[in-house]
Nanobody, 121 residues
Framework: QVQLVESGGDLVQAGGSLRLSCAASGSIFSINSMGWHRQAPGKERELVAVITDGDVTNYTDSVKGRFTISRDNAKNTVYLQMNSLKPEDTGVYYC???????????????WGQGTQVTVSS
């Protein structure tokens, strides 16, 4: 089994910054991509940022230039640095990882429980 645990969500004023962390643990042979999704009240869940095992990154247009995703492979951890936060960034942020639990298995998606980010105007 694989477990993802997020931390770092908080209440912050517009223009402020937050750093989210997500640590994977359990039966891990290797981790392919890791990423962050968010869900605002009354809206569909959307992809925010993703990073591959080769450190290739991708961001949704609304956060480009403000958010930075990174990973520490030795710690099985992914981070999301969020700067210049806006009220529309408010939502529950979920960690996602594609994990192989053994050399004879292909990668499967795992999700964290989410962490709340609230940006006040």
């Amino acid at each position: 089994q694989v477990q993802l645990v997020e931390s770092g969500g908080d209440l912050v004023q517009a223009g402020g910054s937050l750093r989210l962390s997500c640590a994977a643990s359990g039966s891990i042979f290797s981790i392919n991509s890791m990423g962050w999704h968010r869900q605002a009240p009354g809206k569909e869940r959307e992809l925010v940022a993703v990073i591959t095992d080769g450190d290739v990154t991708n961001y949704t247009d609304s956060v480009k230039g403000r958010f930075t995703i990174s990973r520490d492979n030795a710690k099985n951890t992914v981070y999301l640095q969020m700067n210049s936060l806006k009220p529309e960034d408010t939502g529950v942020y979920y960690c996602n990882a594609v994990v192989r639990t053994a050399r004879w298995r292909t990668g499967r998606n795992y999700w964290g429980q989410g962490t709340q980010v609230t940006v006040s105007s």
